[in-house]
Antibody, heavy 120, light 107 residues
């Protein structure tokens, strides 16, 4: 079964960091960019950036540069997104989603279930 | 950054109705436009990519059209499971921006 499974909800204090994982199964991990998308409470979707699992290369939306780190462990087909210097503005649900690196779809076709990060 | 705007922001309709949602881009994005819907507490689901290509497994009552800066999503005959929030998203250039969403509610 093709799926992305994310780690569980987190509650953090302001100033802390949090690391969210996204485990891929049912497909070749290195054939897809893993993207991260944020959804603040009651708000819309906001693309944060992606990681290329094959190379480790990353691309971030400008507003997320400096406080988001994306890494991966290809041996366990897992991508990670770490948020640092948390404030209450960072509260929300964080999704991972894949896009085929050399495909034609160029859309987020498989999503993780989301990870709620609460900062208070 | 390319700005995406959707209209209307919310819409009330009945089962069996035909509804259309519009998405506009701040500059031409060719046909690099995708549509998703999201139900409360769930992850978004891809419906249409490249403006008009139906994602595998998605009902044929969904259709998309448009190119350049204006796009539409049409649901031909609303079913109860279609009541959700709909988002457009451009894949023309990074950052991959979304519209603000259209909430489709039961009348």
């Amino acid at each position: 079964q093709v799926q992305l499974v994310q780690s569980g909800a987190e509650v953090k204090k302001p100033g802390a960091s949090v690391k969210v994982s996204c485990k891929a199964s049912g497909f070749t991990f290195t054939d897809y960019y893993i993207n991260w998308v944020r959804q603040a409470p009651g708000q819309g979707l906001e693309w944060m950036g992606w990681i290329n699992p094959k190379t480790g290369g990353t691309n971030f939306a400008q507003k997320f540069q400096g406080w988001v780190t994306m890494t991966r462990d290809t041996s366990i087909s897992t991508a990670y997104m770490e948020l640092s210097r948390l404030t209450s503005d960072h509260t929300g649900v964080y999704y991972c989603a894949r896009i085929e690196i050399s495909g034609t779809t160029d859309a987020f076709d498989i999503w993780g279930q989301g990870t709620m990060v609460s900062v208070s | 950054d390319i700005q995406m705007s959707q209209s209307p922001s919310s819409l009330s309709a009945s089962v069996g109705d035909r509804v259309t949602i519009t998405c506009r881009a701040s500059q031409s994005i060719d046909r690099y436009l995708n549509w998703y819907h999201q139900k409360p507490g769930k992850a978004p689901k891809l419906l249409i990519y490249a403006a008009s290509t139906l994602q595998s497994g998605v009902s044929t009552r969904f259709s998309g059209s448009g190119s350049g800066t204006e796009f539409t999503l049409t649901i031909s005959s609303l079913q109860p499971e279609d009541f959700a929030t709909y988002y457009c998203q451009q894949s023309y250039s990074p950052p991959r921006t979304f519209g603000q969403g259209t909430k489709l509610e039961i009348k």
